[in-house]
């Protein structure tokens, strides 16, 4: 029995937790109504640093906590104004750590000449570790990390193997996505316009 | 506090090993560093530098192998031995092999450190430890054929010898792994081996009936020897380890890790990739703690490369550094109780503080455990205003209340102590032949932690203390370990405090980097303990060698001697207060 005051003191912890997601229900009760701890809203608040109070978990899939602009998923294509920005100049497969980027180089169909854009592009996304290093080193902002996490398939192949079609997402996608990089990018453009503009 | 570092002591030691040895030493000729041994004086040389210069701790063994001329020096094997005093940087031995017929005395002997380390020298590049006890493969089967790291060694689908592969671009047509590989036919046995005959040498006692085993009775006590096999799957051994107990009654005779489940070549890998791609692949050695992996491989590469880091790239570093201790610390106190039996009520309370800090290394690095964040000359991104306000709040408001709950809770709970006080006592003279580091070598009272030791980035600018406490048992670990989080949060307040503005990056990132010829050692005070990366340069955009000493795997090293006596109820506990990854132990 030596061992009881601290037995109860531990589980003290763990009681205290319990009933503290219950106080907490009840204040969000008054202030919203029923249910109002849960709605999306109140997710910065339950997880902050300070803030949270009682249970501290995360219902998903029904409740998502929100991805940081940073965050990588996996690569994809901006297309901008029906065009890619992709030159095919190879960077992020040679870059690329497990090798998962395959290009093929478009030639121009009457002279032969190569063109400064892909003809096939594939990730294989079952190899991608997602390092980001391809939209690191890309010199034309033209592959960027997406936030999609749930990729599950049944078919490796058919689902993982993203060739251009699936790769290939409108400039308004990464706008949505990557807010601050793209503010910076616009700037960038309007300051290169600008200084042209000059000359 | 900051103790003086020693300056570069290789000439000092090398005059006097010349009077004590003539002709058996002398220094290694550019771009490589330290000083070559004579095979035939190697244990009488270290054997010298151990006790009379002071050179008590060898921390990594390394085999390379040259089967052409690199850097100007013959073909050869080469084994290579990083040994360290109290304070200062590396004495770095080298010891030449024959091509035809590999073979270097043994260490162990001299530095019991040496055991695991020369069992995986011989496994992977196969230079044979003259009067190594049990030189066993460590990290490969029986049935595997050749040694890896021999660069004449190929696998059965091989590809090409360095990445980046020509099939990628600009005519690049994609193949599936698995077609690449198929399953059943990507393996090769030795000459005149079979998986039907095959019994297992690297396993003396594993497979045997059990009677077999229990033949040896006690005639004083009656009881069985009897063969326990924990693992490799078991929720104890947090990961795939396999231990091999001998049980004489309840208590433990001989415990053995069985190590390799895990194993992926990591360093073959390593010699494949580019210098930067291998800087996602550190991430997954020590899966837990993903920013202190880059930190020593960038760091040795920097040191190479002569690149110095903008300062507030120092200071995020120490900031990322210092928080991964943290959350080390914090999951291993948490474990600990896991497997003490309070299930999961002290481990999800620590998990919940490690979400905090995957948070902010999700918002600053761009994913929570993978990190990938440092590069050659700085890191990736800044910090931004939102990220610094999140470590402000965490490192002066939520983490501090946290320790102290824990310490509130566990540090005088009499249930905690009866299982850990004088459990698995580690004496201090052990933890330094041993080659332990980390809060198991502080935790037997050696003050020895290489941010003070052998300061690297700018931790000696920081105020903190070394923790140390004297038993050496779980208690001891536990208690460093709680310390340590209390000055990591130090560090961190003082470090966020100052953080000065300015770029994070030393000249423009680039993706293919120029590393001039040569040797490099870059370790740092991993929450583990010493984590080394050995890299070695032919100026090539691949690395030569690429050598991990990973903390976990060499202080597994001294577990059956810390099991001796105890119950399995007591192994699963000295397990979880060594702290291990097998990430790190396999590679």
Known sequence: ?199 | MATEVTPEPTDEVLTRLQERFPGAVEAAPEPYEGLIVARDHLVDVATFLRDEMGYAYLSDVVGVDYPEEVNGLPPRFEVVYHLFRPVGGPLTLHVHADRENPVVPSLVPVFPSANFQEREAWDLVGIRFEGHPDLRRILLWDGFDGHPLRKDWHEVYYEEEKKPFGSRWPEGHPVMAESRTPLGRNLRYPPGWSPEDWRPTTDPWGYRPHDEVAEQKNPAMPVDRVVLNMGPHHPSTHGVLRLLATLEGERIQKLEPMLGFLHRCHEKIGERNTWLGNIPYTDRLDYVCSMTNNWPYVLAVEKLMGVEVPERAEYIRVIMGEFTRFLNHAVSVGFMCNDLGIYFTVMLYALEEREFILDLFEMTAGSRMMCNYMRFGGVAHDMTEEAVALARELAFERLPRFIDKVDAYLTENEIFRARTVGVGVLPPEQAVAYGCTGPLLRGSGVPYDIRRADPYSIYDEFDFEIITAPDGDVYSRYLVRLGEMRESLRILQQALNRLPDGPVMAGKKKATVKVPPGESYGRIEAPKGELGFYIVSDGSPNPYRYHIRAPSFVNLGVMGELCRGHLIADVVIILASIDITLGEVDR
């Open chain 1, 1 to 199: 029995m030596y061992a009881s005051l601290h037995l109860v003191k531990s589980l003290g912890i763990t009681f205290r937790r319990f009933v503290e997601t219950y106080v907490d229900d009840l204040r969000w009760f008054f202030k919203g109504g029923f249910g109002a701890r849960y709605r999306p809203d109140t997710l910065p608040i339950r997880q902050s640093p300070t803030k949270s109070r009682g249970i501290f978990t995360v219902q998903y899939p029904a409740e998502r906590l929100p991805l940081p602009e940073r965050f990588r998923g996996f690569p994809f294509l901006i297309e901008e104004e029906g065009k890619l920005r992709c030159t095919a100049c190879g960077t992020c497969a040679r870059v690329c750590p497990p090798q998962c980027i395959w290009i093929v180089r478009a030639s121009d169909p009457e002279t032969g000449k190569p063109l400064r854009e892909p003809a096939e592009f594939y990730i294989d996304i079952s190899i991608c570790m997602q390092c980001g290093f391809c939209a690191e080193f890309c010199p034309f902002d033209a592959i960027k990390m997406g936030h999609e996490i749930e990729i599950a398939a049944f078919d490796r192949e058919k689902d993982l193997l993203l060739d251009l079609e699936r790769l290939r997402k409108p400039l308004s996608y990464h706008a949505q996505i990557h807010p601050t990089e793209y503010a910076a990018e616009q700037e960038k453009k309007q300051a290169r316009a600008a200084a042209r503009a000059r000359k």
